[in-house]
């Protein structure tokens, strides 16, 4: 029995110093298009027009090179790609800088403007088209296939209508998103990706997909892990429009992702991707600049990328005790989150910050992404605090 031990102890340990770790990306680029003429690109993208020539196509092609370059991932869903051919011109540029992308694969919705796509380093099993709708004005979801320490994961980039649509047509790409998910074998792993131009606490995320924190995942069920979770609520933005920051991309999990078996995700890994040169020294994004009818060769993307990371080592997962304390409390050194704050007060409201009272005590909590009212008692739970001008913030709460 001892030495199957050792050897069971020495499998363990090689399986753990070589495992397999992936990044994973999702970036919105802001409407790569190519130079031949198709009859469905949008009106400032038309060949030759509006300043819409080769050197500005190439340009933006440097530009994105060195977004996808700098973020390094091992595979990368794309939003706003014409077709085949701009994927393919932006696999050039991408070998050209250093970067390669030897597999590739997009959706081919007919007559539609633009496509989601993927890159990856990773060989590609298969890839389909899933088909929310033939209508037009509602883009198809990209489903890929792929094969990682002999298990099967499969990736579906998504790339949701706008905000300027009504919720009827997101739900449409919801609803086909979760017709298909269903189909998927037994324990299937799968990461969900692209930008849904909804915010993560929307109707279309929150209740048709069951997104919840990580502690409340459960291994039966349709559930999901949305990893904006794990941010702050202030940090919660890849997309600032006028001053309104929403997490309109995202990455999804399912709980077979944090199960020790085959790839899990590695905790705490998900980010967005803020390099300086994306925003203007003024602060706001560096979107790809048109202005007075012209393309100025100069900005990246309206939309910042996001990514995390995955790993075939065993899932760490959090502390998910809550223990129940006071204001006082949860200001002491070496206290341990998530807290219970039973009976708070809301003293005062601002658009994004309030003050709560608890015996005398109070503190306040930044980054509200739900109504609290001035005079009502909550019990909160605290999950993240910040110090902010020597005092405490707590930022990132529910109840």
């Not at 990368?76 to 992308?101: T, V």
């Not at 509602?138 to 209508?161: A, S």
């Not at 706008?162 to 979760?178: D, E, G, Y």
Request: some cysteine; aromatic content about 12%; overall charge positive.
């Amino acid at each position: 029995m001892r030495v199957q031990n050792i050897v069971i102890f020495l499998i363990s340990l090689g399986s753990f110093i070589y495992a397999t770790e992936i990044k994973v990306a999702s970036y919105n680029v802001e409407n790569l298009f190519d130079m031949q003429y198709n009859g469905t690109e949008y009106q400032e993208f038309i060949p030759n027009k509006h300043n819409w020539t080769k050197q500005n196509l190439n340009k933006k092609l440097i530009n994105i090179s060195e977004v996808i370059c700098d973020i390094d991932a091992d595979i990368i869903g794309l939003q706003e790609i014409e077709n085949q051919n701009a994927l393919q011109l932006l696999q050039k540029s991408l070998k050209k800088y250093g970067c390669s992308y030897k597999y590739g694969a997009i959706t081919h919705k007919q007559k539609s403007a633009i496509q989601v796509a993927l890159l990856s380093k990773i060989a590609i099993q298969n890839s389909k088209d899933i088909v929310v709708t033939r209508a037009w004005g509602v883009r198809n979801i990209l489903e890929v296939k792929f094969i990682i320490d002999n298990r099967p994961i499969y990736l579906f980039v998504n790339h949701w209508n706008s905000k300027k649509s009504p919720t009827s047509k997101r739900l449409l790409s919801a609803v086909a998103l979760k017709r298909r998910l269903k189909k998927l074998p037994k324990d299937s792993e799968y990461i969900i990706l692209g930008d849904f131009n909804a915010n993560y606490n929307e109707y279309e995320i929150e209740h048709i997909f069951n997104t919840k924190r990580e502690c409340d995942i459960k291994k039966d069920g349709f559930s999901h892990y949305n990893l904006w979770i794990e941010k702050p609520i202030y940090q919660r933005w890849s997309h600032n429009f006028y001053g309104e920051k929403q997490a309109l991309d995202a990455i999804w999990i399912p709980p077979t992702l944090m199960d020790n078996k085959g790839v899990n995700y590695i905790d705490n890994s998900f980010d967005v991707f803020k390099k300086s040169y994306l925003f203007h020294p003024r602060g706001y994004i560096l979107r790809w600049q048109y202005k007075k009818g012209r393309h100025k060769g100069v900005g990246y993307s309206d939309h910042l990328p996001i990514f995390a990371k995955f790993s075939t080592k065993a899932y760490i997962k959090p502390n998910c005790k809550i223990h129940l304390s006071t204001i006082k409390g949860i200001k002491q050194k070496g206290i341990k989150l998530p807290i219970l704050l039973k009976g708070v007060k809301v003293v005062s409201k601002s658009k994004n910050k309030a003050v709560i009272r608890q015996k005398g005590d109070t503190i306040a909590i930044y980054g509200i992404d739900k109504p609290l009212i001035v005079g009502k008692e909550y019990d909160i739970v605290v999950y993240k605090m910040k110090l902010y001008h020597g005092r405490y913030e707590i930022v990132d709460f529910e109840y």
